[in-house]
């Protein structure tokens, strides 16, 4: 899975192919005709409406791969961190990373490709943060 170019319609597939589900069910659930479900099978995107269903439908969370991408390609900024809740400033101290962004960056590290150093630059993750995910493997 490439986190950073997501192909949501061939993720959508194998999800529908892991579960077996038949295309007269997924036509009838999601209301649409068979061939227009064969065209979200060759979708880069889709619409969110019809994600959600998918979602619903697959019992899967595909907005992960779009969260993972923005926590790895658009990470925000110290600044971005704060809230203003009642006139006062509440800083959250703690970003959450999902298991397959944890994964993926452990796959970068492990394979070579990346050094921890290169990760923390890259993606301005804690040093603690990645240390701490190293320790655990």
Request: glycine share 2%; proline share 1%; net charge positive.
């Amino acid at each position: 899975m490439n986190i950073k170019n997501i192909h949501i319609g061939s993720l959508v597939r194998s999800k529908v192919e892991e579960h077996q589900i038949s295309i007269e069910r997924i036509s009838r659930f999601l209301n649409r005709a068979e061939d227009e479900i064969e065209m979200m099978y060759h979708a880069r995107s889709m619409d969110t409406e019809v994600l959600l269903k998918w979602c619903k439908l697959l019992k899967f969370d595909f907005f992960r791969f779009y969260t993972s991408h923005l926590i790895l390609y658009a990470p925000q900024s110290r600044i971005d961190n704060t809230a203003i809740q009642k006139g006062k400033a509440m800083v959250f101290r703690k970003s959450i990373y999902t298991q397959e962004v944890k994964d993926f960056i452990l796959e970068k590290i492990d394979s070579s490709t990346m050094t921890a150093n290169d990760v923390v630059e890259r993606y301005k993750i804690p040093k603690t943060t990645l240390y701490k995910w190293m320790k655990k493997i």
